[in-house]
């Protein structure tokens, strides 16, 4: 499967990594149960998997809370991406 990855083309044209750059080996780091590399490669792959299991619940039971829920995990998510990429950035 990881042969089928695709590259980034951010960092292939322009030599820089892009913000979502490592969310494709975390995935796989977490298929084969490798919690703590996926955290390492992609941080904000925990709080994006949140977002799409509140957004998929919300759908099918229509929460109280969902809405905020939701909001919440949307910005967990993009402190999460933007905190790393200028972690990244100046590492």
């Known amino acids: 499967m990881e042969e089928y990855m695709l590259p980034c083309l ?28 996926a955290f390492f490669l992609y941080p904000a792959v925990f709080p994006l998997i949140a977002l799409g299991i509140a957004i998929g619940a919300n759908f099918f039971f229509d929460f109280k809370y969902g809405g905020r829920l939701i909001s919440f995990f949307a910005i967990l998510s993009v402190l999460t991406i933007i905190t790393n990429y200028i972690i990244k950035l100046t590492h």
Do not use: D, I, T, Y
């Not at 951010?10 to 590399?37: D, I, T, V, Y």
């Open 10 to 37: 951010n960092k292939k044209f322009f030599g820089f990594e892009c913000m979502g750059c490592g969310m494709q080996r975390s995935l796989m780091a977490l298929l084969q149960g490798h919690f703590a590399e």
